[in-house]
């Protein structure tokens, strides 16, 4: 009966008491939503890569190489040399070695060039591999292989002839040497998804009428003329290594960091995530705190709420009192109302999160290739939920024991 | 405790509202018999309430002792008092005595919620409450109704039938009529009465009018019990 008292109370006073539930609710959603969002994109950080042992590329920062070479995020400053890249290949702790070659761009996506041991050696999600949904993996050195995300942003399907542009967001294309999609990669939540495959051989067809950046004027050969040129690469911007054995792991990253012909820098892709992490955590901590303090606000709002309602509501404490009611039975009652504010608070804000996920997730995926997944609430989400019910009822205590002063001291006669 | 006692005793009372030095209120002697149905007259200000308030336990006498049903009301503690209140009396106010966002059937049931004898003696609170309204003449279908939708005469019966719920041995009514128009004062009245009557439940009214007077087994004038002391300074 008293929780029953306590809801007709709160209804009685919807409007003030739904504006203070929305409050929750949304900063509820809005720290959850928050947290998904930053351990979705840690966890999908962490999925990108499994089973290389070493990145290699130029020298430059731990995080930089990282970044670029997997996550097709900035750009390499140096290229390593073709020699550099041969020299890695024929030592023996070298089990596989796989090249990659960035720098030019399809429409919004990126060109990776790079050998057919790609789609063998690049693991992802703990240990899965890329599978072709439609098509075959390249075979001509102008075939092109794509990732699922550029299939379905550009209506691609296997056959079409695409062009490929040099330099990132550049107008300039390269025109005379058409491509063809030879084949669509399943989706994978990778930056693979976002990246156009070709042949290490293809990157260098495309550059065979440029130097420096700029087509050689008058210059164009033809796609036949190129197919009998010896097309060996330059360089390469880096390189996936997998060693014979996980032992020879550090001594192969001290050698080619120790490389003498040229600076070269080895990563293993764990110790650089970490790395990563410890830039963004702080980041992360900030985005936590501000969120946070959101439902700190919400909660301060609500006993605001509850400390405007008293002196309104002293004559219900008064009848509380005169029919046998405690003081603490009346303190007890504001905090049950708040308790009940924030629970509702609470599970609508849950609600707001999942129906925000269930609308949200495509476009997030589509725009930062993020996969939010939608699962039932997990452990820690669960103690926010608790934990913020918890904090309003301690925030309740403070009007709640004034009303509890303010009861003690009318008794049961208000004089109104 | 036995029956015999007084329902209501007040010896050497004195008592003065915390930092309030122009009113105080001396009570050699006050008693209240079982069954017995008091009319209290006094003008206004002249510490009613206040004496109401000192037999609830809501405040304490500074000095003397305050006995209700044979028990010394100091001699509980805070919590105790509470409990007892609920348990001896039934309350009518003036005016505003409903929680107007609850329903008519759980204001009426409120007081058995901190009462545990008295809910002992009302076996079905829904039954008892339509009951009590039925005989105080009010339409059954208020019970579901939001109090605060009732009219003021209506509210002033769902009040009598809360105070009257589980059979207290005390109803403490202060001024319950004085909202209401003449018509419907007599009305409620008759209807307050009888219930009373047919429990065997003290009465203890308090108010200015002395018309009521002759329906009541005795009147007591505020001036011959107590010396409200005004305007000492
Ligand atoms: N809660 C209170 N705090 C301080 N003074 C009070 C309080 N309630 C009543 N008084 C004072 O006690 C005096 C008597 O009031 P009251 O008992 O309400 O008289 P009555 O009910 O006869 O009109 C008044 O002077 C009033 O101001
Ligand atoms: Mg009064």
Redesign the pocket.
């Given at each position: 009966m008293i929780l029953r008292l306590a809801f007709a109370s709160l209804s009685a006073r919807a409007l003030t008491v739904g504006m203070t539930i929305l409050a929750i609710a949304l900063s509820v959603a809005l720290f959850l939503g928050v947290e998904k969002i930053r351990t979705g994109a840690k966890a999908s950080f962490a999925d990108t890569i499994s089973g290389t042992d070493l990145i290699v590329g130029a020298r430059s920062g731990s995080v930089q190489l990282l970044l670029y070479s997997v996550f097709r995020i900035g750009n390499a400053t140096n290229n390593m040399t073709w020699e550099s890249y041969q020299d890695l290949a024929a030592r023996p702790e070298v089990d596989w070695i796989v090249p990659i070659s960035l720098g030019d761009s399809h429409r919004q996506f990126r060109v990776m060039g790079t050998t057919t041991a790609f789609f063998e050696r690049y693991k992802y999600r703990s240990g899965q591999s890329l599978s072709v949904a439609g098509g075959a993996i390249m075979d001509d050195l102008f075939d092109a292989v794509i990732g699922a995300d550029v299939a379905a942003t550009l209506g691609y399907e296997v056959g079409a002839p695409i062009v490929v542009a040099h330099g990132l967001a550049s107008f300039t294309e390269h025109k005379d040497q058409p491509f063809r999609v030879s084949g669509i990669l399943e989706k994978t939540g990778t930056p693979v998804d976002r990246t156009v495959i070709v042949s290490l051989e293809a990157i260098e067809a495309i550059h065979v009428d440029w130097r420096n950046g700029a087509q050689i004027p008058g210059q164009s050969t033809s796609a036949d003329a190129i197919r009998q040129m010896t097309l060996e690469p330059q360089a390469v911007t880096a390189a996936l290594i997998g060693t014979q054995s996980r032992l020879q792991v550090f001594g192969l990253q001290r050698a080619i960091n120790e490389y003498p012909q040229e600076p070269l820098l080895a990563i293993l892709p764990g110790v650089a995530l970490q790395e990563l992490w410890q830039i963004v955590s702080i980041a992360e901590t900030a985005l936590i705190g501000v969120s946070g303090m959101v439902v700190v606000t919400a909660l301060i709002g609500m006993m605001a709420t509850i400390f405007s309602s008293l002196n309104e509501r002293r004559r219900e404490m008064a009848i509380f009192r005169a029919m046998g009611a405690r003081p603490r039975a009346v303190l007890g009652l504001l905090v049950l109302e708040a308790v009940l504010m924030a629970a509702i608070g609470a599970a609508l804000g849950l609600a707001l999160l999942y129906a925000g996920l269930f609308i949200g997730q495509p476009l997030i995926d589509s725009a930062f290739g993020l996969w939010l997944p939608i699962e039932p609430p997990t452990l820690r989400e669960v103690w926010v939920l608790l934990g913020v019910v918890t904090a309003g009822a301690i925030v309740s205590m403070v009007p709640a024991y004034r009303a509890y002063r303010m009861s003690l001291?009318?008794?049961m006669?208000v004089?109104t | 405790m036995p029956d015999s006692d007084p329902i209501v005793l007040l010896k050497d009372v004195r008592y003065r509202?915390?930092?309030?030095k122009?009113?105080g209120l001396n009570i050699r002697h006050l008693e209240l018999a079982r069954a017995e149905t008091v009319l209290l007259l006094?003008?206004?200000?002249?510490?009613?309430?206040?004496?109401l308030s000192l037999i609830c336990g809501t405040v304490a006498a500074g000095q003397g002792q305050v006995l209700l049903a044979g028990t010394d009301l100091a001699s509980l503690t805070p919590g105790q008092r509470d409990r007892f209140r609920a348990e001896q009396i039934g309350l009518i106010f003036q005016q505003f005595n409903l929680l107007p966002f609850a329903s008519v059937l759980d204001n009426i049931a409120l007081p058995l919620q901190f009462a545990p004898t008295r809910r002992t003696r009302v076996d079905n609170a829904a039954q008892e409450a339509r009951r009590l309204c039925i005989a105080l003449g009010l339409p059954d279908d208020l019970l579901t109704a939001r109090a605060g939708t009732l009219s003021v005469g209506q509210q002033q019966r769902v009040a009598a039938a809360r105070a009257l719920i589980g059979t207290p041995p005390l109803i403490v009514a202060?001024e319950p009529t004085s909202s209401l128009d003449a018509e419907t004062q007599g009305n409620f009245l008759e209807l307050l009465f009888a219930q009373s009557r047919a429990h065997a439940t003290s009465l203890l009214m308090?108010s200015h009018d002395a018309r009521l007077a002759d329906q009541f087994d005795r009147v007591i004038q505020?001036a011959d019990v107590a010396q409200s002391l005004?305007d000492a300074a």
């Open positions: 001291a009318d008794g006669m004089r | 509202w915390p930092g309030r122009s009113f006094g003008e206004s200000g002249s510490g009613k309430s206040t004496l202060d308090v505020m005004r």
